[in-house]
């Protein structure tokens, strides 16, 4: 399912003429693939993650 809505946007926006550099970086990586998304970016909701996980239910 996702496959074909993956391939409807990039069809979409490939055939766009004004696209926006968000719109153009949304194509490179439907057609190239790639990570947006760094680890080291999310080390503070991680951290925040395991905090929340270990507290007990009435302390959230």
Avoid: C
Avoid at 25 to 31: A, K, R, V
Wanted: cysteine-free; aromatic content about 6%.
């Amino acid at each position: 399912m996702m496959a074909i809505m993956v391939k409807t946007a990039g069809k979409g926006l490939a055939a766009k003429e004004n696209r926006t550099p968000e719109e153009d970086d949304m194509l490179d990586m439907i057609l190239h693939g790639g990570e947006r998304v760094k680890f080291a970016d999310l080390k503070q909701v991680l951290d925040w993650y395991k905090s929340w996980r270990n507290m007990d239910d009435d302390e959230r």
